[in-house]
C-alpha cells in the first residue's frame, strides 16, 4: 500500500469535513504541540531529551499524515542534537502550515 502526502489542511478536510470547526481545532492543536516538541528539541540538555522529544515529534506527524516531518524527526531521533536537523525540522514543520 502505498501513501501519497497532502497538505495538513487538505487530509483534515477529508478526515472531518471541510470547513469543519473540528478541523480548525485539529489543525491548531497539532501545530501547537509540534511547535513545542521542536522547542523542546532546540532547548533539550542531553541526547536523551533532544531523542524524546524528536521521537514524540516523529509520532505525532505519522498520526496526521505528515510524512516529510516525520521523516526529518526520525533522521534527528536516531543522529542526536544537531543545529543543521534543528532546522531541518522547523523547516518541515513551516511547510506543515503552509
Known sequence: MSFEPGSLD??????VGEGSPAAAELRALFLASATG???AMSRAA????WRDEAFKLQGLAASFGMTALMEVAA?????????LLLDAVADALA???A
Not at 487538505?10 to 478526515?15: G, T
Not at 533522521?75 to 543545529?83: E, I, K, L, Y
Open 75 to 83: 533522521r534527528a531521533a536516531h543522529a542526536g542534537p544537531d543545529p
Open 37 to 39: 516538541h521542536v522547542a
Open 95 to 97: 511547510a506543515c502550515r
Open 10 to 15: 487538505r487530509l483534515l478536510a477529508e478526515a
Open 46 to 49: 542531553g541526547v536523551k531529551g
